[in-house]
């Protein structure tokens, strides 16, 4: 092979090398609101669930509360897409039966009580489309408050007064709300 026949050869494989390295994927980094996940049983060894929620983690950084959710506007429950709550029984939100399966989990925020909304609508990513047509149930739950504040958005899980309470908390807000079988 001629040495001029080469030197072409030579540099497409180099252009091709160093254009492979720059169009490699990019990972973004860590999210400002990370995912996470609660569930009940709260046992990680607990392979059978009764509920499960997967929410993003806001975090207050010295911003008040009432301007992140404000009150009597529906809020996603946390940030960027709107909570995705699997029930993997029938369970009853008030008087209301949910049949087991996957929606999404609202609230209206409020001084004295939230409202807590359960949507047949999945894969919504906040609540800009939101749609009250599709409610599958509604609570009003009270609110109270705690010493302890809570930086990032919280949602956890326990079992009292016959129901399984999903506890959600963020500076000193606390709101407890029940599913009964």
């Given amino acids: 092979m001629k ?7 030579l ?14 994927q990019k990972f973004k980094g860590l999210d400002k609101s990370p995912m996470d996940a609660a569930a009940y049983p ?9 509920i499960k929620i997967i929410y993003s983690r ?18 996603r429950t946390g940030a960027n897409e709107a909570p995705e709550l699997t029930l993997y029984e029938d369970m009853n939100l008030g008087n209301t039966l949910i049949e087991a399966g996957t929606y999404t989990f609202y609230v ?6 939230w409202i807590a909304i359960i949507s047949k ?15 599958v149930a509604r609570l009003s739950v009270p609110v109270s408050s705690s010493k302890e ?3 990032a958005f919280s949602i956890v899980f326990d079992e009292g007064n016959n129901a399984i309470n999903m506890h959600l908390g963020w500076g000193t807000i606390r709101v407890t709300v029940p599913f009964t079988k």
């Fill in 3 to 9: 040495k001029s026949s080469i030197l072409p050869l």
């Fill in 11 to 24: 540099a497409l494989a180099i252009i091709m090398l160093i254009s492979s390295n720059l169009s490699a």
């Fill in 42 to 50: 709260t046992s990680y060894k607990e392979a059978n669930k009764a």
């Fill in 58 to 75: 806001p975090q207050l950084k010295g911003r008040d509360l009432s301007t992140l959710a404000p009150n009597g506007k529906v809020w």
């Fill in 108 to 113: 209206i925020p409020g001084d004295k009580e």
């Fill in 121 to 135: 609508d999945i894969n919504a990513w906040g609540a800009y489309t939101y749609n009250e047509a599709n409610d």
């Fill in 149 to 151: 504040s809570l930086e």
